[in-house]
């Protein structure tokens, strides 16, 4: 590879160590997984304070911490045109076990980073433990829940999108957020993000926490992306400012190329044309297959101005989709040919249909961003799992800055469950919150699906068994100071084959 790059830096070397922004893993196989790092001493200079030529990078991963048992090991391009980022995928390594990896730039070496190979397909496992989150606004509190996640034995992390948030800086003073007084703790840098290099930068200043780092290190993820990687309620390749499509897409694509430089994705997800493959499936032997959705980059433009409203004719339109044809049609065959003991749908906005019932409303209010905006779409997912008899069904969502937990109905409230859904609540988006009985809590407590709601922040742990599925809702009593204290809000448990959440 070196060989073919006239202009190939081997031995390059630093004033500042170049591993500011840390190591991650993810996208783990039975066989590998994604190791990812960025070469950015001065994150938030153009061009992470690198010189713009292709520079050697070299990688090793190891059968222990302490590295005494090297068992992969290579050289990687970090190349300019893609940020001086790095994305290895190891292969040849032994399935359901832990690795740990580092890389080295001339004389420097990053820290190292742990991960994970999943289970060979169709062997036994036991248990699979996941958090699951989102969300974590810079500007709104410290990001104590990834360092909480990472002193959790997870074997995964699914980050369900919100990764940064495309805003402004907000200034330091006093401002309304949700009808409350609230003063940023930490700033953004610079306007609202629109080039490439807004949204390098934006990530660097993101992933420059230590806790984040910390979590990132810790375990692999499976990401994805909501809509604050591109613009706030982005559908397909229209925005929420009226822009013309031909332009935003121009945004679009820098954002998902800034979105792949700085996270651990497959080549198969590498930006192509404007457009991210990021639907994908994941076995986690015979107990749990993963389905990560994508859910803005084919849906149908948000009903109704984006607004919350009552269900109408467009709200019900089966012309109208979330998920696309091709992703739909993809999950359904999966979901129906699945053979392990637990499914989980792991996506972006909530499935639950949560009815607003507000004082001078004449009908109830859905959102129109989540699942309750796009019935047919929501209609058939049911359907499919429902007449089939797929009783093994769980799924984890987020976007909201609460958590929820409550069983999946049809039509709105019709029949027995077909599903459950846990929505993680946010890292830090929304401060410390309002816990419970703010308008909105009042506005949905009556719907007799959900199960639990705080608007406080945290993160959902899961811990799958055979036979059953428990879910925790973790909760830090402030993000607003550092050392915030974690509990448990709630937890629940399904048993493998009865549909619904039991409190626990």
């Known amino acids: 590879m070196a060989a073919t790059l006239r202009n190939l830096r081997e031995d390059p070397v630093f004033v500042v160590p170049p591993f500011q922004l840390g190591v991650a893993s993810g996208d783990p196989a039975a066989d590998g997984f994604v190791i990812w790092t960025r070469l950015a001493p001065e994150p938030l200079r153009s061009g992470g304070g690198m010189p713009m030529v292709p520079i050697l990078v070299k990688w090793e991963v190891a059968a222990d911490e302490g590295f005494r048992t090297i068992v992969a090991k290579g050289d990687a391009i970090a190349h300019p045109e893609l940020a001086h980022s790095v994305h290895v995928e190891v292969a040849g390594l032994q399935p359901d076990r832990p690795y740990w990896y580092r890389f080295q730039c001339g004389k420097e070496r990053s820290l190292a980073g742990r991960s994970l190979t999943l289970p060979l397909p169709g062997a036994r496992k036991d248990r699979v433990r996941f958090a699951v989150a989102g969300c974590q606004h810079y500007e709104e509190g410290h990001y104590t829940a990834w360092r909480k996640i990472a002193e959790e034995p997870v074997d995964f992390v ?3 999108g919100d990764y940064i ?4 800086a907000t200034g ?17 840098v610079g306007d609202e993000i629109y080039s490439i290099d807004d949204y390098r930068r934006r990530y660097a200043l993101y992933k420059s926490d230590a806790d984040l780092q910390a979590a990132h290190a810790a375990a692999p993820w499976f990401v994805s992306f909501d809509d ?21 897409r121009y945004r679009r694509a820098a954002a998902m190329q800034a979105y792949y430089e700085h996270m651990p994705l497959r080549r198969s997800s590498m930006p192509m044309d404007g457009h991210m493959q990021m639907y994908r499936r994941a076995a986690f032997g015979d107990l749990m297959d993963a389905y990560f959705l994508d859910t803005r980059q084919y849906r149908s433009d948000q009903a109704q101005g984006d607004i919350d409203a009552p269900i109408n004719a467009e709200v019900l339109s089966p012309h109208r989709t979330l998920m696309g044809d091709r992703q739909e049609a993809w999950l359904f065959g999966g979901l129906a040919r699945g053979t392990a003991r637990w499914q989980l749908i792991a996506q ?40 089939r008899r797929l009783t093994n069904v769980l799924t984890v969502s987020g976007d909201a800055h609460r958590h929820f937990a409550g069983d999946v109905l049809r039509n709105g409230g019709e029949g027995p469950a077909v599903t459950s859904e846990y929505l993680a609540t946010s890292i830090t988006s ?19 699906c959900l199960k639990a709601m705080t608007d406080r922040r945290g993160y959902l742990l899961c811990d799958v068994n055979r ?5 925790d809702l973790k ?25 619904g959440l039991q409190r626990v």
């Open 228 to 248: 604050h990687e591109v613009d706030n309620n982005w559908a397909s390749d229209i925005d929420q400012d009226g822009t013309p499509a031909e332009i935003f």
């Open 430 to 448: 929304g401060a410390d919150g309002t816990g419970d009985g703010d308008a909105y809590h009042q506005s949905v407590s009556g719907n007799a």
């Open 158 to 160: 699914f980050h369900y």
């Open 475 to 499: 909760i830090l009593d402030s993000v607003m100071r550092p050392d915030g204290q974690l509990s448990t809000f709630a937890s629940f448990v399904s048993e493998r084959g009865r549909p």
């Open 172 to 188: 330091p003073g006093p401002r309304l957020m949700n009808g409350r007084i609230f003063s940023p703790l930490r700033q953004h």
């Open 467 to 471: 036979d059953s599925w428990r879910g």
């Open 348 to 387: 972006q906005v909530m499935l639950m249909q949560l009815a607003q019932h507000r004082e001078g409303l004449a009908a109830p209010h859905y959102s129109m961003d989540q699942w309750s905006g796009y019935l047919a779409s929501r209609g058939r997912l049911l359907d499919h799992i429902a007449d």
């Open 165 to 168: 948030y495309e805003g402004r």
